[in-house]
């Protein structure tokens, strides 16, 4: 991390200053790691259909349940008689989407109120912080279980449960990027300029306010993913026979004592993803760091 | 100081006044009517009509929130719809199990968390340095209630250690304050390394060292006293949110604190109940909150001075 060669030509800036955190995130080995483990991840859900036949995470197969690991069922089977490592593949779609899209949606929607309060400042800005602090001061758990109770549970409200419990950190984040570098010089000299507010909010302040932005979304998806998972273990998420992780672990709650298997592996996978995004997310800081640059 | 303190109380309140709403809402949302609960299934729909127009429920919303307003003004949180017992004694008979895993996971957070991250700021990028971030970021990325299962399964089932639920005596909170602590831990672990690095570097220590002082001296008393503001503020902070109830290791370990109970208050649309959770639930977050921004006037002369100058 110490020395960085500027190879990438003067020329086209945004590029080379991507290479420049690229390269210096290629030097850490725990970021590289979490990368590799997430795209992996990745690809399991996007071909998980290719690898297992849906069926198999869904049937039920009773004379076959409670098996532990073997060479038929890897990870063995549930209460139900169904192939584990099935389930988890295909879990991985789920848990991975409500990872990715909830943090999407809350950083579009917590960053364009928080852009909007942090720029214009003033009253706007008052009012929607007083409204952004009570949002903030009720548990985000409370808020999810309250949100899932009132729309009936099931995976698009968990959701948009979870979004909203996501909106007002985004918006925070967003907010005191936007208001460490408003009355930056170069802020000042494109509205000089006669460059329009949407467009320097768009052009010049969103892209130099990205790097802290990309590393919370990275890691909030980790949570969020913990967040569903947990939701799931207190019969708030996603419906049976949905194969989402914390659902699969919830369900072999009941035979802990006689088949542990069930509860080890879906509690690994959860842990791989969120281990991954953490990695990386804490390779990015250090890599967008600009202190660390030479 | 005893202004700012006044002033921040004052502040709370429209805080306060907008979770109510917020919460009031969404349980306004929620299916079913009171008598519903009260009552059951068993009940006629007149008798359940009857008792939902002597509770007010047929009066507006807007109505219906004001008059829980009020009454929490005069001290009235009402009775649980589920139980009958008035809010207030079931939250307080809930309380001591809550406070204590929040106290025992806070010490043992904190017991490791800040001199393993001293360590790794005073050793940087040694081993135990590189092995300290990599069990923070897994420990953080540990799912809390899979953690307890876990645990439950190992010292529970197989060793017979340790009783696998409830919370009657120090034994039973030791897996959930591991547990809670977890999370913590690994933030602790990494704050503390991060603020003493940058705190080394200063000149008053270079100053320190120069005089002669040895180096557990000048770590302890110059380096970390520097940098004590964000580690409390993360124990605090963490303490102010376990004070609501950790809703899942509560609910791994079948332990009768207030996340339990606002969880299943939530479910039965138990409003005054869950009405009454939530405030103390916010009340005790801005205390803490509270005594953190003053324990930081202790901790740093700079942050006192500025009272004294503002006088706010």
Not at chain 1, 240 to 267: D, N, Q, S, Y
């Amino acid at each position: 991390m110490k020395k960085t060669k500027h190879e990438a030509p003067r020329t086209d800036k945004k590029r080379s200053q991507l290479l420049e955190v690229w390269g210096r995130l290629k030097k850490s080995k725990v970021a590289i790691a979490g990368l590799v483990i997430l795209a992996l991840l990745i690809l399991m859900a996007v071909f998980a259909d290719v690898l297992v036949d849906y069926e198999l995470a869904i049937a039920q197969n009773m004379p076959e349940k409670l098996q532990g690991p073997s060479p038929a069922h890897w990870l063995g089977t549930d209460g139900f008689g169904r192939d584990i490592l099935a389930r988890i593949i295909h879990g991985s779609r789920i848990s991975l989407s409500i990872g990715f899209v909830s943090v999407i949606v809350s950083l579009a929607v917590g960053g364009a109120i928080g852009s909007i309060a942090g720029y214009y400042g003033g009253t706007l800005d008052m009012i929607v912080m007083r409204f952004i602090d009570v949002l903030m001061a009720i548990p985000s758990m409370l808020m999810c279980i309250c949100v899932v109770t009132v729309l009936g549970p099931g995976m698009s409200n968990l959701l948009v449960a979870i979004t909203i419990s996501y909106v007002a950190t985004f918006c925070v984040i967003v907010r005191s990027s936007i208001l460490t570098i408003k009355n930056s010089d170069y802020i000042e000299a494109a509205r000089a300029t006669g460059v329009g507010t949407f467009r320097i909010i768009l052009k010049h302040i969103i892209p130099n306010t990205m790097g802290p932005i990309m590393v919370q979304a990275t890691l909030s998806i980790g949570s969020v993913i913990l967040s569903a998972a947990g939701l799931s273990f207190v019969g708030l998420g996603v419906m049976p026979p949905t194969p989402e992780w914390g659902a699969i672990l919830t369900e072999g709650k009941e035979f802990i004592r006689t088949a542990p298997h069930i509860v080890l592996f879906p509690g690994i996978a959860i842990m791989l993803a969120v281990m991954s995004l953490n990695f990386l997310g804490d390779g990015l800081r250090d890599a967008l760091d600009p202190r660390l640059k030479q | 100081m005893y202004k700012y303190v006044i002033k921040r109380v004052l502040l709370m309140i429209p805080v306060l006044l907008g979770i109510s709403f917020v919460v009031f809402f969404l349980m306004d949302l929620t299916p079913g009517t009171p008598a519903d609960i009260i009552m059951g299934d068993l009940a006629t729909s007149e008798a359940k009509a009857a008792l939902n127009e002597s509770l007010g429920w047929n009066r507006p919303f807007i109505q219906r929130f004001l008059d829980y307003i009020m009454g929490v003004f005069r001290g009235d949180f009402g009775s649980s719809y589920v139980s009958g017992l008035p809010v207030f004694e079931e939250l307080f008979s809930r309380f001591p199990t809550t406070f204590q895993l929040a106290l025992y996971s806070m010490i043992l957070a904190s017991l490791i968390g800040i001199p393993l991250g001293i360590a790794c700021a005073v050793k940087q990028y040694s081993l135990i340095d590189s092995c300290s971030t990599i069990f923070a970021l897994i420990f953080i990325s540990i799912p809390t209630f899979w953690l307890g299962l876990m645990m439950i399964i190992l010292f529970s089932v197989q060793l017979h250690w340790l009783p696998p639920n409830g919370s009657e005596t120090l034994a039973h909170f030791i897996m959930p304050a591991i547990t809670c602590a977890g999370t913590t831990l690994a933030t602790l672990i990494r704050m503390t390394r991060s603020t003493m690095l940058e705190v080394i570097r200063q000149d008053y220590i270079r100053t320190a060292y120069a005089k002669g002082a040895t180096k557990g001296r000048v770590i302890v008393n110059h380096a970390l006293q520097n940098a004590f503001i964000p580690i409390i503020t993360i124990v605090g902070v963490n303490f102010g949110y376990m004070l609501g109830g950790a809703v899942i290791t509560e609910n791994v370990f079948g332990m009768s604190g207030i996340g339990n109970l606002l969880l299943s208050s939530i479910r039965s649309k138990d409003i005054p109940m869950v009405m009454g959770g939530v405030l103390i639930v916010a009340v005790m977050f801005s205390i803490v909150n509270l005594l953190l921004d003053i324990c930081y006037a202790y901790v740093d002369p700079r942050v006192k001075a500025q009272y004294k100058k503002g006088g706010a």
